[in-house]
């Protein structure tokens, strides 16, 4: 009604969001480190896709809110999940996560907002009733946060600057996962390898009914529904010094091991590393895969703690990598050497059982989108629709059936299906 009462409302509320903005603006100026990215690829199937956007903002119109996503998806029969994933998948994490959180609020709901957004976007996909698959290594770069969330084997990995390499992803391959090779089995699916004439079994181990040699990915609905689309999500952060991120298909992974890729493109800026270790995969092995590489470099601000002088050989790489300012004394530098190479590990979890995903809902909490709405889509629900993640069944006296997160009855069956309590494929109406 534009009252004078809100008017003045109004009014008292601009003046301090302004000044709270240009706090954050010179407060990002020191803080924010740049990111450099930088792609390859070489295809031979047509399978492997990429995202790489670096304008997403957590606040629409408040560009010091940014942050950047950077995803590979490789594909297997034929590229309709892969494409439907890159299309879909960004949108489907985001409005999971919710309204008006600061960035530490915003971060912290990331994980979960992750899971979610892969089952929605595996369960959309497969409505369609098409038949492929994809992998997806999903990473979200906010300041010095890295959240990488992933199914399959397309692998991210973190070299910092201290030299040391770590893998931000596991490798979902039924042939060297243990632990997804009980859960396929305890879940219905059969895990053996292919045979040929004669009995002779060949190749890697193998999912069947469909023969897939991953234990989780989007799409797959001929393989069963213990083919999970849950993903492994890790959440570090980099001290500021930065590091270097390698997302890769497994066209570079069966060529090449995390230290070499991460060795074999040490000083080079991002374009030219991803080129290069494309070309140091196709050098070893052959272009017998698709072949992606998505290299993103985080680069503290010029103002900020510089970077160690390098170990020996790599000084030329290390001038390339940072602009390089007048040289601190050696008192300065040996203070900072134990502070160099630390990434502080936020969160970690890999569990395939959504309800362990989801965590709960405290009724008191504030941030909770809506008691009654599906944790995975998220549709409203009637306060009688609701299923409790936690419930057993309907009619099971589980310990807490009232508290949320609440799924759905379509996400119910999803989640059952996935955990092998009904056979896959079959409708429950
Ligand atoms: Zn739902």
Redesign the pocket.
Known sequence: MGSTVERHRHHHDLVPLAALISREMRSEKMEKPTVRYGHAAQSRKGEDYFLMKTDCQRVQGNPSSSFSVFAIFDGHNGNAAATFSRDHLLNHVLSAIPRALGRDEWLQALPRALVAGFVKTDKEFQSKGQTSGTTVTFVIVDRWTVTVASVGDSRCILDTQGGAVTDLTVDHRLEENIAERERVTASGGEVGRLSIVGGVEIGPLRCWPGGLCLSRSIGDMDVGEFIVPIPYVKQVKLSNVGGRLIIASDGIWDALSSEKAAKSCRGLPAELAARQVVKEALRTRGLKDDTTCIVVDIIPPDNSVQPLPPPKKQNKFRALLFRKKSQDSATKLSKKLSAVGIVEQLFEEGSAMLAERLGNDEPSDQTTPGLFM??????DLAASEGISVHAGSIFSTSSKPWQGPF??A??RNKKDAMEGKRPSGVKVV
């Open positions: 599906c944790a995975v889509c998220p549709v799924l759905c379509d996400c």
